[in-house]
């Protein structure tokens, strides 16, 4: 099948090095070799998060099983937690709260515009809350949050600091043990370059303290990671049969990660954030986040009304690029282009290219 330059918000296009490994033959998960991988592959996730003091994990499972688990962990019924609510991201977060008994504020912000620390200092001060949820990057509004010093006012009124970094962890700084945050989790799809269905959490050693001091009340059983440490600490343990091939390939990501660089990599993705924005700038068309808030790993695109699909297929037809449509109410008139993983500069300017002569033939 013919290579497309997949451009979605995740996944990415796999190096041929990853694809290499996912054709091996199948082993077990018992079997020493992928024992070993697999541990590396906890070492090297701890590396991208910089996770180099609290507990790591890495399960089978999306990112929104890491949302799930950083909430079994967090809260029990009846406890008050704030979510910073900017987009499509923030809303699952509410809404896996509600699943969890919590009691939900939520501070929004208005399409396209992020999480203000001060708003969330004011509300923290007016009540008590367990847990401050943000999303770094919400796929949804492409929006990026500041989330170092959303971090700061959660632990400063004494709350759980968590964050979603599943659009940014590989592509844009998120330093868990800078930031000190309780919990940050991604997944394999995005800016990591490996294929999707694995879940990667970095959680503090006063998290999981919280968690064995509640023990039986975690009201989760998949996603209670009590249960996965003893398989991090020792993968010959069995808690659920891991997705091999994928694991196997997410190392090989995480090991060409390492090659490359962590800074290295944020700078290359901040790079090409910037030809793209302002590629599509220079074309007068409006980006939908504000300026100084633009994630590096996705940008949000309007077009005029309706226009969205016909430059959507534009794209993959003539150019062989995938890019995604707005979600909900904004399907038809919002793009979603996807440049983090292994997106080279010459592919930032091919895109370029390519969507300006989409938005020419058809109006954006
Ligand atoms: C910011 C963010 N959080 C959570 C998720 C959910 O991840 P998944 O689709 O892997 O379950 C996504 C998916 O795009 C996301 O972008």
């Known amino acids: 099948m013919e290579e497309r330059l997949l451009m979605v918000p995740g996944p990415t296009n796999l190096s041929k090095r990853v694809r290499e490994v996912l054709s091996r033959p199948q082993v077990g998960h018992t079997d020493p070799d992928f024992v070993k991988n697999f541990s590396e592959t906890v070492q090297l996730a ?45 809303q699952r977060m509410v809404d896996i709260n509600k699943c969890y008994g919590a009691g939900v504020e939520e501070l929004g912000a208005a399409f396209g515009c992020h999480a203000d ?3 969330v200092r004011k509300k923290l001060a007016a009540g008590r809350f367990k847990a401050v949820y943000v999303t770094h990057v919400d796929t949804g509004t492409t929006v990026c949050n500041p989330i170092a010093d959303i971090v700061r006012e959660a632990k400063s009124a004494g709350a759980l600091a968590i964050v979603d970094g599943v659009c940014s962890v590989g592509g844009i700084e998120l330093d868990f043990d800078r930031i000190g945050a309780d919990i940050a989790f991604t997944g394999s799809q995005k800016a990591l370059g490996a294929p999707p269905g694995a879940v990667l959490i970095a959680v503090s050693n006063d998290l999981m303290a919280q968690l064995e001091a509640k023990k039986d009340r975690v009201r989760t059983y998949y996603a209670n990671l009590l249960r996965w440490r003893a ?13 091999v091939q994928l694991m196997q390939a997410l190392n090989q990501a995480l090991k060409e990660l390492e090659e490359e660089g962590l800074e290295k990599r944020w700078a290359r993705h901040k790079g090409n954030a910037k030809t793209i924005r302002d590629g599509i700038e220079s074309s ?34 003539e150019h ?10 904004n399907n038809a008139k919002m793009l979603r282009v996807g440049h983090f993983g292994n997106l080279t500069e010459a592919q930032a300017r091919f895109f370029v290219d390519s969507f300006i002569q989409s938005c020419k033939s058809k109006p954006a």
């Open 46 to 90: 701890r590396n991208v998060f910089r996770n180099s003091k609290g507990h790591q994990f890495v399960f089978t499972g999306t990112g929104t099983v890491g949302m799930e688990a950083a909430v079994a962990a967090a809260v029990e019924p009846g406890d008050s937690v704030l979510v910073l609510n900017t987009g499509y991201f923030g």
């Open 231 to 243: 398989v991090m600490d020792d993968p010959r343990t069995y808690f659920a049969t891991p997705a």
């Open 117 to 119: 620390p001060d708003a």
């Open 284 to 317: 007068r068309i409006k980006l939908v986040v504000e300026a100084g808030y633009r994630a590096d790993t996705v940008t949000g695109v309007w077009t005029d009304a309706g226009a969205a699909p016909a430059i959507q297929k534009s794209l993959r037809e």
């Open 320 to 329: 062989g690029i995938d890019v995604a449509r707005g979600l909900g109410e």
